[in-house]
């Protein structure tokens, strides 16, 4: 069954700007990462989800309900971390979480005190005063608090240390085994790698790939990074007919599938200092999207 569906959803800012003609589906269970660099349309594809903003054409629906008729029901049924998390400045964590348990009619804070004690979290402060990390946390926390079959979660890492984002990483995978649907928008590649099970790219506000992610492990595809004795012999190897993926100095990148009996006899005839092979990565993937290199 799909959760989420999100059917050619175009909302068009001029000059190029928005989103246009976004189409996917996220089943129960799922854990579905978006990535693209900023600016790409992630936040505004999530905000039509959440009902903040409505599809000019195209639509999108959450467990059969269409986003921008039912929003007000949707944002109460949801677990929801925005980009730019604003809170209530003025009152205490403590006061907030509060304010949103009683928002949703929650009875039970058991959940809540345990993911406080998880991410480490002392709520006493007025929010105001507390540190991006800190807030972070609170909108992790608002987000899981009454254990919603549902997660939309915009870029939920930005601003935690890499211990945290380790204790957030283990608290998603723990949600996909409870079958919890979850749509996670990040730069993180090593985060989305760890958790999704399909990821979407979005380039200039259209969608430009959906891959499997562990079809993208078995991927025979390896990053060789070969270490020559000159640069001219690294540019020299950069014109053999191999998948060249970048030539810096006197290292070569190449990406190899089954010819790797052709690369060991053509590097037999180079002076080889060093070689390092990886598996192709979702950065790599990435970064065959938007035209870069990866390391
Ligand atoms: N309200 C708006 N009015 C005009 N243009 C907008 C508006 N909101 C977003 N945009 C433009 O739409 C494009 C997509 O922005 P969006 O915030 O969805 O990107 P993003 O992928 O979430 O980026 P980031 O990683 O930086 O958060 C950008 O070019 C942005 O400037």
Do not use: W
């Amino acid at each position: 069954m799909n959760v989420i569906e999100i059917a050619n959803l175009t909302r068009d800012y001029g000059d190029g700007r928005g989103i246009f003609d976004v189409s996917f589906t996220i089943s129960e269970g799922e854990v579905f990462g978006f990535l693209g660099p900023n600016g790409a349309g992630k936040t505004t594809t999530i905000r039509h989800l959440l009902g903040f903003i409505h599809a000019k054409s195209g639509s999108c629906s959450i467990l059969g309900k269409d986003c921008g008729t039912n929003s007000a029901e949707i944002q109460k049924l949801l677990g929801y971390i925005p980009g730019e998390i604003a809170l209530k400045n003025d009152m205490s964590g403590q006061q907030f979480l509060k304010f949103m348990a009683e928002y949703r009619g929650m009875k039970d804070m058991g959940r809540c005190a345990e993911l406080m004690e998880r991410f480490e979290l002392n709520p006493k402060g007025k929010i105001k005063k507390m540190s991006k990390g800190m807030k972070q946390k609170i909108g992790i926390i608002t987000a899981f608090m009454h254990d919603p079959k549902v997660l939309i979660l915009d870029e939920p890492t930005s601003g935690l240390d890499p211990l945290m984002q380790n204790t957030f990483v283990k608290l998603i995978m723990e949600e996909k085994q409870r079958g919890k649907t979850i749509l996670m928008s990040s730069h993180m590649f090593e985060e989305v790698e760890r958790t999704s099970d399909r990821v979407g790219i979005i380039k200039d506000g259209r969608i430009v790939s959906i891959s499997d992610v562990d079809t993208l492990r078995q991927s025979k595809q390896r990053r060789y990074c070969i270490t020559f004795q000159s640069a001219d012999e690294a540019s020299r190897f950069a014109k053999e007919e191999f998948a060249v993926q970048a030539v810096d100095d006197q290292m070569v990148q190449v990406m190899i599938g089954n010819d790797i009996q052709r690369l060991i006899a053509v590097l037999n005839t180079y002076h080889v200092l060093n070689l390092d092979i990886a598996q192709q990565s979702l950065e790599d993937l990435f970064m065959h999207f938007y035209g870069g290199d990866s390391k």
